[in-house]
């Protein structure tokens, strides 16, 4: 058995698949027991909530993809950040 530490992609996956099976079981023990209207407008709002909390996840997702590590964007950035990038401020007495 692998004793390594899963990656943070994959534990904030796995974190909102659990979160997602959760309220998912919560709601449906509560559903036989509030009316329709309730239920449709409970389940929006959940929807939306859901929808408001996982965006910043999806977006994180994409920008990685576009423009992360192992994208020719990403390392295009990191090439020209190193080429024009000496690290020292341009009033720094350089000897």
């Known amino acids: 058995m692998s004793s390594q530490k899963p990656s943070a992609p994959i534990q904030s996956s796995l974190l909102s698949i659990t979160q997602t099976a959760v309220g998912c079981a ?15 407008a409970t389940a929006a709002s959940l929807l939306g909530i859901g929808a408001l909390l996982a965006l910043p996840s999806v977006v994180n997702a994409v920008v990685q993809a576009v423009s992360g590590p192992g994208s020719v964007r990403g390392e295009r950035r990191r090439l020209d950040s190193i080429r024009t990038d000496s690290g020292f401020s341009g009033d720094a007495d350089i000897y």
Do not use: E, N
């Open 26 to 40: 919560v709601g449906l023990l509560l559903a036989g027991k509030i009316g329709r209207p309730a239920q449709k």
